[in-house]
């Protein structure tokens, strides 16, 4: 993908947010989309013109059989979704029990410690305590992977609060 054809698209999402008859047009509404959320600062509720899209979109999102508005134009395709965010430095991805011994969502974070310190004795396994804390969650937990022009992806995140 082309930073060129990101700038086509954003010439397109701009001419569409001047024109009567951007409703009927798709294609257009999903490059707004993209145009609104990858702005950053300021992010689309700072933006007046990107608030007709995106409430738009934040309505037809609870619409039975939605599909998110692309942008071909772009190469971005449907944007990703991440609830949490990563664990710290040094501790590890963990699951919450769901009460018959099956895995849950990702929403805990664990970290293995020695809780014997150096003392000698008893099993190696007696010692080792797992620690375990919420997963923090995203404030933007969605987001665009925009290709640029020289091949690397840039990603984008982006929340839809009002």
Sequence with gaps: MRIEKLASAAAIAAAAWFSPAS????????????????????SWRGVPACHPPMYRLISAMGSWGFKWPTCPEAGAGTPGYEQ?????????????????????????CTLVRNACGNRYGGRRDDCRQIVSIARPR?????????????????????????
């Design 84 to 108: 949490y965010a990563d664990c710290p430095a040094g501790w590890s991805v963990g699951y919450s029990d769901n009460h018959r011994g099956a895995r849950s969502e990702p929403n805990r």
């Design 23 to 42: 409703e009927a047009r798709g294609g257009e509404w999903g490059c707004e989309v993209l145009l609104c959320a990858s702005s950053s600062n300021p």
């Design 138 to 162: 995203r404030e933007k937990p969605y987001y665009f992977d925009i290709p640029n022009s020289d091949g690397r992806v840039t990603r984008h995140w982006f929340d839809l609060k009002k």
